[in-house]
């Protein structure tokens, strides 16, 4: 049981919407991006970047006046840690958000990593090359990155500090505070940037949320998640996504209303494929979950 836990968490990775919707087995065109850096780097707010990895997941720095930090690792078929120093050179903090191979995959570039213990075990066991390789394969079709863009440093044995609700990273100008949101995983946390109000988090709140892989939360307890950053909703304005654009804060409202119609019926569900299983789909709003039946 546990191996197949570990197999559904690694094919169990949360994409855009374009990439796998109920109904269309479309995959997105990777063409246009073969000639393209493996990391673009685009600043989208006041001492916020986000890096694309190559499309395939979001990651994001942000820099305080002493310090930054690293929100997720990406897929770690590149050089992250090159990317990074690019941009700044205070002293690094890494966290992820879970530990899925799309958010993990680049622990093994740094020394030390802060996650929530419930997913440090599944983080572990992606930091090898092996599944890198696969993660990669999986949601890029195999396209990797260019000799120059690869890791050619030492790999760490990177060390894992847990943390949970409340934990707050000091950057002097900044607070960094982590938020528990058991759903998507059972140890998924988001980050809040109290003084600018935006909530980096992770697969919690992307625009299509998968729970129906075999380590995700029963739906009722993912809603209690979503109750839980809505009654919240006032220290932050904006939602930073694992995948996907920014959205406002009341997007949590359409994904409630979207949980609450497949608890109590009330939702036209369809079926729902993809390369890490079967299950249904119901949406409201901008909001879509995919889910199973039996784990409501």
Known sequence: MKGRILLLIF?????????????????????????????SVKEIGKGVWLISDHGADNIYLVEGKDSAI?????????????????????????????????????????EIVYMHPADIEAAKQF?????????????LQGNTPREEEKFH????????????????????DRRIQVMETPGHTPGSICFLD?????????????????????????????????QKQQKRISEFTTLMPGHGEPVSSDFINDQIACVK???????????????A?????CSYGRASVAYRPDNL
């Open 11 to 39: 094919f169990g990775l949360t994409l855009p919407e374009v990439y796998y919707t109920s109904g269309n087995s479309q995959k997105p065109d990777i063409s246009r991006l073969q000639d393209e850096p493996w990391f």
């Open 70 to 110: 690293l929100i997720d690792t990406g897929l770690g078929v590149a050089d992250l840690r090159a990317t990074v120093r690019k941009i700044t050179g205070k002293p690094l903090i890494v966290v992820n958000t879970h530990g899925h191979p799309d958010h993990s995959g680049s622990n093994y570039q740094f």
């Open 127 to 139: 930091n090898i090359p092996e599944a890198r390789a696969r993660s990669s394969g999986n949601m």
């Open 153 to 172: 440093g030492k790999p760490f044995d990177t060390r894992y500090i847990p943390v949970t609700e409340g934990h707050v990273f000091n950057l002097s």
């Open 194 to 226: 109290v003084e600018n109000k935006i909530l980096f988090s992770g697969d919690n709140n992307n625009g299509l949320v998968w729970l129906f892989l075999e380590n995700c939360t029963p739906l009722h307890k993912y809603l209690e998640t979503l």
């Open 261 to 275: 119609s497949i608890l109590d019926g009330t939702c036209q569900a369809k079926e729902y494929k993809s390369f």
């Open 277 to 281: 299983g079967n299950a249904m789909i």
